[in-house]
T-cell receptor, first 114, second 113 residues
């Protein structure tokens, strides 16, 4: 069964350092999402791509976060510099063509900022 | 302001009995609702969905009920099994422009053998 791949699964970093997360969506899925889930909360959308274009990044803290999906396939989410409050689970999801299509999630990257 | 609310952080049910997880929403533009299940250290897994044109959708042991007038939906699991123990998230989208999913905070279900 096709799955969304994410790496690394766990990342520990010190504040002010740069971190990057990678996501490979299900093959053929045009829409890719990055979510952040703080402990005890539901996932919150950071950015949505349709192919290589950003559709929605209204919740992305653009002073320190950036995301790209250059070839419309895999994607990278970067944080620079990391802050203590960035400690969370970062989830990637993909769907066939956006809209009401079901979003399938990867296992996530657990980030701890010390 | 939380647009999707799951007011019960946790629920314990005996194996074989019915589990009922509840979700309320405030945004009348929401027209598609989903339930996801999440095990520790894994990403959410899609479970079942319902469009606002329906009031019930069933898939095996899982049934979702939608009451649009009350802005309320519920997930029924019958019979509950120990493997159902997980955190369940209710999510909704409006389909207007961005199909962003808005999630509730989740309910932790424990099914006791």
């Amino acid at each position: 069964e096709a799955e969304v791949a994410q790496s690394p699964r766990y990342k520990i970093t010190e504040k002010s350092q740069a971190v990057a997360f990678w996501c490979d969506p299900i093959s053929g899925h045009a829409t890719l999402y990055w979510y952040r889930q703080i402990l005890g909360q539901g996932p919150e959308l950071l950015v949505q791509f349709q192919d290589e274009s950003v559709v929605d990044d209204s919740q992305l803290p653009k002073d320190r976060f950036s995301a790209e999906r250059l070839k419309g396939v895999d994607s990278t989410l970067k944080i620079q510099p990391a802050e203590l409050g960035d400690s969370a689970m970062y989830l990637c999801a993909s769907s066939l063509s956006g809209g009401a299509d079901t979003q399938y999630f990867g296992p996530g990257t657990r980030l701890t900022v010390l | 302001d939380q647009q999707v609310k799951q007011n019960s952080p946790s629920l314990s049910v005996q194996e074989g009995r019915i589990s009922i997880l509840n979700c309320d929403y405030t945004n009348s533009m929401f027209d598609y609702f989903l339930w996801y299940k999440k095990y520790p250290a894994e990403g959410p897994t899609f479970l079942i969905s319902i469009s606002s044109i329906k009031d019930k959708n069933e898939d095996g042991r899982f049934t979702v009920f939608l009451n649009k007038s009350a802005k309320h939906l519920s997930l029924h699991i019958v019979p509950s099994q120990p493997g159902d123990s997980a955190v369940y998230f209710c999510a909704a989208n409006s389909g207007a422009g961005s199909y962003q999913l808005t999630f509730g905070k989740g309910t932790k279900l424990s099914v006791i053998p």
